[in-house]
């Protein structure tokens, strides 16, 4: 299948920060692009979702301006966690879906675990 | 609103058969997935359901009911590796997915 590449894995950074994650389309075109969150023993809950080229569009509940989202390109999309709290501290997850359609699959990235200290 | 309702956590014993259940209510349907997810790694697809009746792909089998709202996961053969949580997704009229929150399945040798 289709891979999406997901970058750091981890990450620990301290409290006020900002810290970039990446998720890398590496075999085809990802037209819109997911992000979720999961806390523990949860399910995965859905942030944002991007398309290439134009401004995300996020979930109730989700500070725009804390979690930067940049889908400029059809491979990559990037969100960024601003000044970070220990509460942000979570299990971050992007996915990506080509250019097949509505229906077609999303792929997930590996995930990136985030720790604020 | 929607809702997708599914057990919390199972138990099986290795070799035997186990079968999820996932019951939902969304607005509009464009399919049901599932997906595995391990502790700490992001899920990964196992099937995906849009017309009635049963998807059958090596061990494991989905099973989906539009009139009755309602999927189940067959998995056989149980093996120590399936031990993992198992997300049952629902795509609705908007193509958005609609997550379960998971059924933790539990093997025991």
């Known amino acids: 299948g289709a891979v999406v590449s997901q970058h750091p894995s981890r990450v620990i950074c301290k409290s006020g920060t900002s810290v970039k994650i990446e998720c890398r389309s590496l075999?085809?075109?990802?037209?819109?692009m997911f992000w979720y969150r999961q806390f523990p023993k949860q399910s995965l809950m859905l942030m944002a979702t991007?398309?290439?080229?134009?401004?995300?569009?996020?979930e109730q509940g989700v500070e725009k301006d804390k979690f930067l989202i940049n889908h400029a390109s059809l491979t990559l999309s990037t969100l960024t966690v601003t000044s970070a709290h220990p509460e942000d501290s979570s299990f971050y997850i992007c996915?990506?879906?080509?250019?097949?359609?509505?229906?077609?699959?999303?792929?997930f990235g590996q995930g990136t675990r985030l720790t604020v200290v | 609103g929607q809702n997708i309702d599914q057990p919390t956590e199972m138990t099986a014993t290795e070799g035997a058969i186990v079968q999820i259940n996932c019951t939902y209510q969304?607005?509009?349907?464009?399919?049901l997935f599932w997906y595995q997810q391990h502790a700490g790694e992001a899920p990964t697809f196992l099937s995906y359901n849009v017309l009635d009746g049963l998807e059958e792909k090596g061990r494991f089998s989905s099973f989906l009911s539009r009139s009755k709202g309602y999927s189940y996961l067959l998995l056989k053969e149980l093996q120590m590796k399936d031990s993992a949580s198992y997300l049952c997704a629902v795509m609705d009229s908007n193509y958005q997915l609609i997550w379960g929150a998971g059924t933790k399945l539990i093997i025991k040798p």
């Open positions: 969304t607005s509009g349907f464009n399919g």
């Open positions: 991007s398309n290439e080229g134009s401004k995300a569009t996020y």
């Open positions: 996915s990506a879906r080509g250019t097949g359609g509505s229906d077609t699959e999303a792929f």
């Open positions: 075999d085809f075109q990802a037209t819109t």
